[in-house]
Nanobody, 115 residues
Framework: QVQLVESGGGLVQPGGSLRLSCVTS????????MGWYRQAPGKQRELVAR???????NYKDSVKGRFTISKDNAKNTVILQISSLKPEDTAVYYC?????????WGEGTLVTVSS
């Protein structure tokens, strides 16, 4: 069983930045991949960014150059640094982990981009 706890969401103006963190209850080295999905009101959940245990990353096209995913292995934490935020980035952001073929999810953190 893996528990994921997200933090860092909030209200930010267009063009602003946020740093989302996700702490895992298990050793991060045991997890094949971690990442972030988001779900906007009335829309399907979509993958935003993903990082594997080997450090390979991939991003949704619309966030490339604005979002950066990284890991802090010593803290069992995955970080999503998001910048140049747009109103269309408004969503609940969910952390996920792929461990032994099973997906685990956090409860989500709300990001609202509005002036």
């Amino acid at each position: 069983q893996v528990q994921l706890v997200e933090s860092g969401g909030g209200l930010v103006q267009p063009g602003g930045s946020l740093r989302l963190s996700c702490v895992t209850s298990v050793n991060i080295f045991s997890i094949y991949a971690m990442g972030w999905y988001r779900q906007a009101p009335g829309k399907q959940r979509e993958l935003v960014a993903r990082i594997t245990s080997g450090g390979n990353t991939n991003y949704k096209d619309s966030v490339k150059g604005r979002f950066t995913i990284s890991k802090d292995n010593a803290k069992n934490t995955v970080i999503l640094q998001i910048s140049s935020l747009k109103p269309e980035d408004t969503a609940v952001y969910y952390c996920y982990a792929d461990l032994d073929g099973m997906d685990y999810w956090g409860e989500g953190t709300l990001v609202t981009v509005s002036s």
